[in-house]
């Protein structure tokens, strides 16, 4: 018998329901159709200009090189400067950073999976809060870890459970706990008490706590995201000790508008990122030296124009509002919880037992005047496959009139689906 041509790490990973929606949307695109591309956290504002003309600079050098594989030392400092001005602003007591806390990889992807590679043997357990962004399964994955997730409901605003429940998922297995706040796909931001308590209980089991940041920036209310950088215990003891806990990642795709770019952070002692930066040495070797200087130029304007999040802020809250308005005018009977915080919403069909075949009906099958719209079943950021079956979640990635398009389409592709499904259970001839 011939032997298997793969590794068994590779039956871990699955497609992304994410990007299996995009591959047809993308498809569709071509044939001519429109698709409003709710499925993807993908914002389509432009980037800072000055952006652009970091790259430029940095391209008419004609030196475009390896960087060292921490990361080029210009963006790291930029960055230190960045976040520091980031809480200072809002007068938040925080931890300083320096720029030997900062590790440049290849998006927040990166970041985790060569976290994990770094902290976790094969084998190890990270406790993740759920619902949580799902490619975090196949980070693990590749690390021979595995995600435990700490399940917690919409009825209850997402809350955190109480320690007790959250140290009963912890086993001698367990290396990490790992949040997102402002939460993708919930938009649960968490309290500090929340935070704190989450910090408190890595500080007492010894475990690495794992702040997934990406979306710090991205405020829809009136709630700040408390980061882990400002955990401040009353032992100072205590304190030294989280710091060699402490691993926050951070990205310049959601609130720059840079996806694209693929530039994110780790953000931790440097004893730790030392370690991580090895796993970067021995992947990708370096990341992109003109992109680096390109996300700096970004990050330095952005120091400079303080009202840049601000407006950034409002171009999402007018979104949302448009969200909520359509759904209350098209989709009366789904239930909508208001989002805190990141850029999404998760809408629940009550009539529904499993919307998955609706999404791709919707998509592939239903279009009105040549226009259709692609959203992502919710069940893929559930690890418990009960859950999330009548949810979707859209990303507010697009303007408020087509926000409102693509939910009155929805609603007409409810009803086309209900005629499709009926007409499926008739009798043949
Ligand atoms: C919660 C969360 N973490 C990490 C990422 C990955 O971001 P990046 O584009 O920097 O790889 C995403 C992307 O959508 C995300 O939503």
């Known amino acids: 018998m011939m032997k298997d041509r793969f590794a068994s790490r590779v039956d871990m990973l699955s497609p992304s329901p994410i990007r299996k929606m995009m591959a047809i949307a993308k498809e569709l695109v071509a044939e001519g159709k429109t698709v409003y591309e709710l499925n993807i956290g993908q914002p389509d504002i432009e980037c800072i200009p000055e952006f652009a003309k ?20 210009y963006l790291r400092e930029t960055y230190a ?8 602003r809002r007068s938040v007591s925080h931890l300083v950073v320096d720029t ?23 084998g190890d357990e990270v406790l993740v809060i759920e619902p949580f962004f799902s490619p975090y399964i196949g980070y693990l994955a590749l690390a021979g870890a595995v995600l435990k997730s700490v399940p917690t409901y919409a009825e209850n605003h997402f809350a955190l459970p109480s320690d007790e429940e959250i140290k009963r998922h912890i086993t001698p297995k367990t290396r990490a706990i790992m949040f997102n706040s402002p939460n993708n796909p919930s938009g649960k931001i968490y309290s500090h008490e929340e935070v704190e ?19 710090r920036e991205m405020i829809l209310g009136d709630q700040e995201a408390v980061s882990l950088l400002q955990i401040n215990f009353s032992r100072e003891e205590d304190n030294e000790k989280f710091k060699d806990l402490l691993i926050v990642i951070d990205s310049a795709s959601k609130s720059f508008s840079l996806c694209g770019v693929r530039i994110g952070f780790v953000v931790s002692k440097q004893s730790i990122l030392e370690k991580i930066a090895l796993v970067n040495a021995h992947s990708v070797a370096c990341v992109s030296d003109l992109l680096q200087f390109g996300v700096a130029g970004a990050y330095d304007a952005v120091l400079s124009q303080p009202d840049y999040l601000e407006k ?13 308005k359509a759904i209350a005018d098209f989709l009366p009977e789904v239930v909508a919880p208001r989002p805190s915080g990141a850029f999404y919403l998760m809408i ?34 559930y690890l418990d496959p009960r859950r999330g079956r ?14 409102r398009k693509s939910i009155r389409i929805m609603a007409e592709a409810l009803k086309a689906y209900r005629v499709f499904k009926g007409n ?3 009798p043949c001839l």
Request: charged share 20%; net charge negative.
């Open 197 to 215: 308590r989450l910090a408190r209980i890595a500080l007492d089991h010894d475990l690495y706590i794992i702040g997934d940041e990406v979306y």
């Open 54 to 73: 970091a790259i430029n600079k940095k391209a008419s050098t004609g030196q475009i090189n390896y960087s060292p594989y921490i990361g080029e030392k």
């Open 390 to 403: 009548n949810e979707i979640r859209i990303a507010l990635v697009v303007t408020p009139e087509k926000i």
């Open 424 to 426: 499926q259970t008739r």
């Open 100 to 122: 030997e806390n900062i590790l440049v990889t290849v998006g927040a992807s990166h970041a985790l999976s060569n976290t994990f590679l770094a902290i976790c043997n094969p």
């Open 81 to 88: 400067r960045y976040l520091n001005h980031y809480f200072d």
């Open 348 to 381: 629940k069909f009550p009539q529904f037992e499993d919307i998955n075949e609706f999404c791709y009906f919707m998509l592939e099958k239903f279009n009105v005047g040549g226009e259709t719209v692609a959203v992502t079943p919710a069940h893929a950021f």
């Open 312 to 324: 950034l802020r409002q171009t999402y809250r007018e979104r949302l509002e448009a969200a909520m």
